[in-house]
């Protein structure tokens, strides 16, 4: 069993294994891509494809999205690698996939608020996720995610005339 320093309850070795991960990149792809892709995708999944499915209404579109996203995310694996967070740059690549295909009723959020701020508050509220495990996913630190949660909540907020 692998053990990692992440939030507990995430893993999802028994949803996304080798033979998932075979059906939805380029079989040669599974062969050049390095372990920690492997591992980056199986520790994320859990987590991407819930925020898929709340993103565009459907477990069928969530799974989809989510796969788009980390195939993308092979692709660009060493620019993922070279930048100044990996799990920050793959989730712009599932933010930006998710926006593509969202319900009206987080469409109106994100005309609200900006991409990262909406996002926030769907891994927390809709989602549930802890802080942690919402920085977790975005690539934030837990304080850094409570600023950009806290930052979306002030922004809904009705402008008030003092």
């Known amino acids: 069993m692998l053990m990692r320093s992440s939030p507990p309850g995430l893993r999802a070795d028994s949803e996304l294994d080798d033979r998932h991960l075979a059906a939805w990149t380029d079989p040669s792809a599974t062969q050049r891509l390095p372990v920690s892709y492997t591992v980056f995708c ?5 987590v991407y494809r819930r925020f898929g499915t709340a993103a565009v209404g459907s477990t069928h579109g ?3 999205i989510a796969r788009a996203a980390l195939c993308d995310l092979g692709e660009q694996w060493e620019k993922a690698l070279r930048s100044s967070s990996p799990a920050a740059h793959a989730w712009d690549l599932l933010s930006r996939r998710a926006s593509e295909r969202r319900t009206a009723s987080l469409r109106g959020l994100h005309h609200l608020l900006g991409r990262d701020e909406a996002d926030a508050l769907v891994l927390r509220y809709k989602l549930g996720l802890s802080p942690l495990q919402a920085g977790y996913a975005m690539g934030l ?8 949660r806290h930052r979306a909540l002030r922004d809904l907020l009705p402008t008030r005339a003092f």
């Open 141 to 148: 630190s837990e304080p850094d995610f409570e600023l950009l």
């Open 42 to 46: 199986c520790d994320h999944w859990t």
């Open 62 to 64: 969530g799974m989809g």
